[in-house]
């Protein structure tokens, strides 16, 4: 099973803070996404709140995120972002359910298979 970790953000009350935290959250992902056996590293940002960020990490077990926690990157991270933040992060870690005997099949869309990634996701869609 995919192993799922969603971290919940909410930065202090001023535009450095969210944009500080904004970029580290697009450089971490580019960081992390490059781990080994991480599935996906995907950082969003509240539409209706933008201090709310939120982080889905999805990894191919749950020993699979040693790998992240070996990052020498991993080290710089919450010493930058912890001071940004209005309050702690809302940590969760979940087991994704199997889903592949419904008639839905996987969670992707059948033009979508094989690729993650949001903005192929939702390529050529308006």
Do not use: C
Not at 9 to 30: F, G, N, P, T
Not at 103 to 113: D, I, K, N, P
Request: hydrophobic letters at 35%; proline letters at 3%.
């Amino acid at each position: 099973m995919v192993y799922t970790i969603v971290v919940h953000l909410y930065a202090k009350d001023d535009d450095e803070s969210v944009e500080k935290l904004k970029a580290k959250l697009v450089e971490a992902s580019q960081v992390y996404s490059k781990d080994r056996e991480t599935l996906s590293w995907f950082v969003m940002q509240d539409v209706g709140d933008r201090r709310g960020f939120t982080i889905v990490e999805r990894y191919l077990k749950e020993s699979s995120q040693k790998y992240h926690l070996e990052n020498p990157y991993w080290k710089t991270f919450d010493p930058y972002v912890n001071p940004l933040l209005e309050k702690p992060m809302d940590l969760r870690r979940f087991e994704e359910l199997d889903t592949s005997g419904s008639a839905a099949g996987a969670h992707y869309h059948e033009g979508a298979r094989g690729d993650t990634s949001v903005a192929e996701m939702y390529d050529g869609a308006t």
